[in-house]
């Protein structure tokens, strides 16, 4: 997905004219990045769970969901470099 969103930004870089470069992270900092959100996460619906505030359920959620898709990422990214 990562190479994807960074070919679709040099195309945009071209048809404008610019060079902006967007940083490639390596595996290590996306299962860092995954571990992190899960983490949050976790404490989020917890918290959604304990006191009436729904929002931090949904968040937390949201939070978990980003970490299985960095952690898919950076399974994926072994077979890329």
């Not at 930004?9 to 060079?19: A, F, V």
């Not at 959100?37 to 980003?66: D, E, T």
């Amino acid at each position: 997905m990562i190479k994807e969103v960074n070919r679709a930004c040099e195309k945009l870089n071209d048809t404008l004219g610019i060079s902006v470069e967007l940083p490639n992270p390596k595996k290590k900092a996306l299962k860092t990045a995954a571990v992190c959100n899960l983490v949050v996460g976790a404490g989020l619906v917890a918290a959604g769970i304990l006191f009436p505030s729904k929002s931090c359920a949904l968040l937390g959620g949201i939070s978990v969901i980003s970490s299985v898709v960095l952690r898919k990422e950076s399974k994926h990214k072994n077979h890329e470099s």
